[in-house]
């Protein structure tokens, strides 16, 4: 596709509940990145991979988080045993590049997955 | 450590001026990127800065100063539809390239 897409835009889990939230970045992009977005906030970093590795993930909060790209494309996050906290929107992003050269490293967000915990 | 300063909210006129400052404090500075943001949607990038001076981009235009950590973007011809956040974010080498993003400033565009 033309841009980045993630699903489910919305997910409402019960506490205790996991949840995957898938990213198809936009094709030809090797890097990837996870943000977490609380209301009012700006995103905050949680993890990043180059094709299909992840290079960073000093940004999960706690190892309830967990990320994957497999196969350098499509990406999930997954979180375990949600919590009310995790409440948040959950955005993807991708770009050409990370290697600090300018234009190429320029990320392109996809909508977000709206979490919301009970 | 790594910081970002800009205002929570500004209000300016339909067909007015309205310029967004955002002071910053990395290591290993690497650019610096401005996004609008609508309520609901994604962020969506605007501009892009490296160097010291003024970038324009119709209405438009994002001015650097690494020396002093400070940027601004500046709107011109204000609609309403450039009611948004903007996003003023960082990009740093710490051991790789990181991403960091300010608060946001909430610009509400008034008739």
């Known amino acids: 596709g033309a841009g980045v897409s993630q699903s489910p835009r919305y997910k409402v889990a019960k506490r205790g509940q996991d949840v995957a939230l898938r990213c198809d970045p936009i094709?030809?992009?090797?890097?990837l990145f996870w943000y977490q977005q609380a209301l009012g906030q700006g995103p905050e970093f949680l993890t990043y991979?180059?094709?299909?590795?992840?290079?960073?993930k000093s940004g999960l909060p706690s190892d309830r988080f967990f990320a994957e790209r497999p196969e350098g494309s499509v990406s999930t996050l997954k979180i375990q045993r949600t919590q009310q906290e995790d409440s948040a929107v959950y955005l993807c992003?991708?770009?050409?590049?990370?290697?600090?050269?300018?234009?190429?490293?320029?990320?392109?967000f996809g909508p977000g997955t709206r979490l919301t915990v009970l | 450590g790594q910081n970002i300063d800009q205002p929570t909210e500004m209000t300016a006129t339909e067909g007015a001026i309205v310029q967004i400052n955002c002071t910053y404090q990395?290591?290993?500075?690497?650019?610096l990127f401005w996004y609008q943001q609508h309520a609901g949607e994604a962020p969506t990038f605007l501009s892009y800065?490296?160097?010291?001076g003024l970038e324009e981009k119709g209405r438009f235009s994002s001015f650097l100063s690494r020396s002093k950590g400070y940027s601004y973007l500046l709107l011109k011809e204000l609609q309403m539809k450039d009611s948004a956040s903007y996003l003023c974010?960082?990009?740093?080498?710490?051991?790789?390239?990181?991403?960091?993003f300010g608060a946001g400033t909430r610009l509400f565009v008034k008739a």
């Open positions: 992003a991708s770009s050409l590049a990370n290697s600090g050269l300018g234009f190429t490293d320029t990320q392109y």
């Open positions: 094709s030809g992009h090797v890097s």
């Open positions: 991979f180059q094709n299909e590795a992840q290079l960073d």
């Open positions: 990395t290591s290993g500075f690497n650019g």
């Open positions: 800065n490296v160097l010291d």
């Open positions: 974010a960082v990009r740093y080498s710490l051991g790789g390239f990181k991403t960091i």
